[in-house]
């Protein structure tokens, strides 16, 4: 095979470039672009439906979030949560590990501009090709509606050591 055949064949063969260009608004939300390289706010385990996730911030979240600013979270503050379906790790079962991607769904906090929805955008894209959710916020929102006094969010930042 010729290099650049190879390349090629390597290239779509990887999952993330199953999207091309910038996925369209979800509920009137722009695709926060680069959320793949966030840091890491928390994780989450439902063994009701037995799917792993990886809740992430922005830059302003992940500030937020080390310092204890979470009730109000700033306005600028972008809180990703990432699901996958859970699967055994092959060489030790007992160890769930991501498997097929679900989605990735945001808040973006915006007191003024989303002071309808508790100060957040809500936004979701579903699927690796990263199909925009567009039945509305409401439907976010009322299942939110039990941490209405936490500033929407369900999740507490993982506790972690810090360095002087
Ligand atoms: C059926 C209830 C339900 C619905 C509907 C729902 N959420 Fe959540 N959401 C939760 C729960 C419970 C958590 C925390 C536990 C977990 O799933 O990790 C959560 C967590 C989150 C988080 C991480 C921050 C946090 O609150 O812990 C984000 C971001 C989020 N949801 C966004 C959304 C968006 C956007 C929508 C609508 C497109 C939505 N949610 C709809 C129940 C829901």
Same mark, same amino acid.
């Given at each position: 095979m010729k290099p650049h055949l190879l390349l090629t064949t390597i290239l779509i063969s990887i999952?993330?470039?199953?999207?091309?260009g910038s996925p369209p608004e979800s509920n009137g939300i722009t695709y926060p672009e680069g959320w793949q390289a966030w840091s890491t706010i928390a994780v989450s385990h439902r063994t009701d439906n037995n799917t792993l996730r990886v809740i992430l911030g922005n830059d302003v979240a992940v500030t937020a979030a080390r310092s204890g600013e979470?009730?109000? @979270?700033?306005?600028g503050a972008v809180i990703g949560k990432v699901v996958w379906k859970e699967a055994d790790?092959?060489? @030790?079962?007992a160890a769930k590990v991501p498997n097929e991607f679900v989605h990735a769904e945001f808040m973006f906090k915006n007191t003024k501009k989303y002071g309808e929805t508790g100060g957040w955008g809500w936004a979701r894209w579903v699927g690796l090709d990263m199909?925009?959710?567009?039945?509305?916020m409401q439907i976010c929102v009322a299942c939110h509606t039990p941490v209405a006094q936490r500033d929407w969010v369900f999740s507490d930042p993982a506790i972690l050591p810090t360095e002087e």
């Amino acid at each position: 095979m010729k290099p650049h055949l190879l390349l090629t064949t390597i290239l779509i063969s990887i999952p993330m470039s199953s999207f091309s260009g910038s996925p369209p608004e979800s509920n009137g939300i722009t695709y926060p672009e680069g959320w793949q390289a966030w840091s890491t706010i928390a994780v989450s385990h439902r063994t009701d439906n037995n799917t792993l996730r990886v809740i992430l911030g922005n830059d302003v979240a992940v500030t937020a979030a080390r310092s204890g600013e979470t009730n109000p @979270w700033p306005d600028g503050a972008v809180i990703g949560k990432v699901v996958w379906k859970e699967a055994d790790l092959e060489s @030790w079962p007992a160890a769930k590990v991501p498997n097929e991607f679900v989605h990735a769904e945001f808040m973006f906090k915006n007191t003024k501009k989303y002071g309808e929805t508790g100060g957040w955008g809500w936004a979701r894209w579903v699927g690796l090709d990263m199909k925009p959710f567009d039945d509305g916020m409401q439907i976010c929102v009322a299942c939110h509606t039990p941490v209405a006094q936490r500033d929407w969010v369900f999740s507490d930042p993982a506790i972690l050591p810090t360095e002087e």
